[in-house]
């Protein structure tokens, strides 16, 4: 965040993925890793979660809102795909959630932490320009920018403790979007406005979905995006037929 001009000395260690979100993931065990270009492919490894020496210390503060929101998210939606203890429901800015997303994929592009492959990407997206401008002001997001749910009734997936995040590029190899995976669901952070050509996955995804319905056999657990925006946003609802 240089470019603005008003950085505060020193730099801080931030986590590349928040610490906070880190913690509701591993629940006290391990931290592990793979995907990135200094391991071998198919390669895993356990350590400390990774930092990089990307933010000063007073965007890292001005920024902390954005790791609550995330943090909060991710510990509701954990609880309700891992225990089925009653009706609950929370709340959380789904734009909060898109930004803490594009901080964090920030983080891991100037810190040369993404990669095709094992070949290391340069980190640059298609609208550096304006990625200050969105962390800032979820009204600066250009139209039809912003999560994708690309599950549909009837998938089914895995719940882990996992966050995934992979970098979807232009010819340039200059970032557009990303797709993501949180605990088993399908996602796609959107940049710019969508392009069918492109992206013809997302004509029929979810875009920024109201509510995640975690819906057990005698009971109900809603996770809601609120969007401050006119435009209309579907549930997500997820059957548990049986826990692990």
Known sequence: MKELGSCIAPISGEHIISDSVCRVLTGGGEFSISGVPWLEAGETKIIPPPQANCLCTKHNSA???????????????????E?????????????????????????????????????????AFSRDEAVLDMLDDPRHWPEG??????????????????????????????????????????????LEAPDPVQFPFL???????????????????WMTLSW?????????????????
């Open 145 to 190: 920018a912003g999560l994708y749910c690309t599950m549909n009734a009837g998938d089914m997936t895995e719940n882990t403790p996992r966050f995934q995040l992979q970098p979807l590029t232009d010819e340039r190899d200059d970032i557009r979007a990303m797709a993501i995976n949180i605990m088993g669901f399908r996602f796609v952070l959107l």
């Open 83 to 123: 225990d089925d203890d009653g009706s609950r429901h929370a709340i959380v800015s789904g734009h909060d959630l898109e930004r803490w997303i594009l901080k964090t994929a920030k983080a891991a592009a100037v810190s040369r932490n993404l990669a095709r492959g094992r070949e290391r990407l340069s980190g």
């Open 203 to 221: 004509v029929d995804a979810k875009y920024r979905p109201s509510r995640i319905l975690v819906s057990y056999p005698a009971s109900t657990n």
């Open 63 to 81: 920024l902390s809102p954005l790791d609550d929101a995330a943090r909060y998210f991710f510990a509701s939606l954990k609880l309700y795909l």
């Open 228 to 244: 401050e925006d006119d435009g209309k946003h579907e549930e997500l609802t997820v059957q548990w037929f049986q826990r692990r």
